[in-house]
Structure formats: C-alpha cells, structure tokens
C-alpha cells in the first residue's frame, strides 16, 4: 500500500529558531514534491526533488531527498511570522498516482 | 510560471443539483490531472486521476457515477458532482503535471461547494 507520513503534525515555532519537518513514504517514487497552504487558499508549490540527493532551497526553506531512505526533509531555517502555514509533502508514483502525507500545521510565534 | 485556472471557486447549490468543476491548465498541456477533496483541516483526498481522451481512474470509495470527470482536452479536465447532496459539501481541488517541463505539479485555486 502506498503510504506518506509526515511528522509531525503540529509545530509551533519561535521566531529566529531552526526545525524541520519530516516525510517518509513507503514505495519507490518518481517525484516528491513539497507544498505550503494558507487557510482556505489551495497550494502553492515549494519544491519538486527529482533525484536521491536533491537538495533546494528558496529563502529560509530548504528541501532534501533521500530515495535510498525513502526520506525528504523540510527544514526552516530562522522562522519568522509569515511561515505559519500547513505543509504538505506529496510523492508520485508510476507518473499518475499522487499521495499526500497529512500536513504540517506549522506555527511561528513572535 | 505555469498557472492551473479552476472555476469556479466558490458555488452554492439546492440538494439535487449537478454542478460542474473546471480544471485549465493554461500555458502548458497536462496528459494528466488529479482531482482531490479537502476537507477542513485535513490533508488531501485524491479522488481521481484525468487521463487525457481516456477514462479517469477512481480511488476506492469514490463513486464513478456520483463525481463525473471528463478530460475531452489537454488542457481541460472537468468535474461533475451529480445531484449534490450536503455531505457532497467540500473543498476541490484539481491539480495537473506539466509533462514538458520538469513534471512539477501545479493546482487550481479550489473550488468550495456547499449544498444546501
């Protein structure tokens, strides 16, 4: 069965600090993506990691992947307000098969 | 950057309705599109996959004659829901790949049913 986990599922922050949200996922896949979603807005794509070892990164966000592990990572880097969201990883199999893990509800407290 | 047009973004309808779901990609062509279900506070329910000038394929539980989806184009892939009811109330959320490029997966804005 195809599976995604993400942990955790809640995180409250304070500014300044450092974390990072996990996902793991059970099958070989094509893709793994990782997206943000602001209450009541659809998402909005953050990175595509396309190979073991891809790493990118865009202002305090920064994304991995281990195929070998099964394993990506997001990592925030000195949170600030404006990162207070729900992040999703999603993996794609087969290249028509989509799964995402449950979220992340991130909150960033001054 | 590649943009995925949904409409509408919010519909309001009487119990036993059909209301329908546009899905556009529209600067790139997408063979496939995802349509997916939301509902508060929970992460996405993908309900089915939009293949391009053939039958979409459901998830389990999801039922094929109850949420219609045509893909008569590369560009377009539509969602029916056939005689609403309230528990058909929900976010939707379509998504499509952009096969010519890096594959990166975009979303429509949403669309939030309520039926009445």
């Known amino acids: 069965e195809l599976k995604v986990e993400q942990n955790p599922l809640f995180l409250s922050m304070q500014e300044g600090k450092n974390y990072t949200i996990y996902c793991n996922y059970s099958t070989t896949s094509d893709r793994l993506y990782w997206y943000r979603q602001d209450p009541g807005k659809s998402l909005e794509s953050l990175f595509v990691?396309?190979?073991?070892?891809a790493v990118k990164q865009e202002g305090r966000l920064m994304a991995s992947l281990d195929t070998k592990a099964r394993l990506s990572t997001l990592h925030i880097t000195a949170a600030v307000h404006d990162l207070s969201a729900t992040y999703f990883c999603a993996v794609l199999y087969n290249n028509n098969d989509m799964r995402f893990g449950a979220g992340t509800r991130l909150t960033v407290k001054p | 950057g590649a943009v995925v047009s949904q409409h509408p973004s919010r519909v309001i309808c009487k119990s036993g309705t059909s209301v329908k779901i546009e899905c556009r990609s529209l600067?790139?062509?997408?063979?496939?599109m995802f349509w997916y279900r939301q509902f508060p506070k929970k992460s996405l329910m993908l309900m089915a996959t939009s293949n391009e000038g053939s039958k979409a394929t459901y998830e389990q539980g999801v039922e094929k004659d109850k949420f219609l989806i045509n893909h008569a184009s590369l560009t377009l892939s539509t969602l029916t829901v056939t005689s609403a009811h309230p528990e058909d109330s929900s976010f939707y959320i379509c998504s499509a790949i952009d096969s010519s490029n890096t594959g990166e997966l975009f979303f429509g804005e949403g669309s939030r049913l309520t039926v009445l």
């Open positions: 600067d790139f062509q997408a063979t496939t």
């Open positions: 990691l396309l190979s073991n070892g």
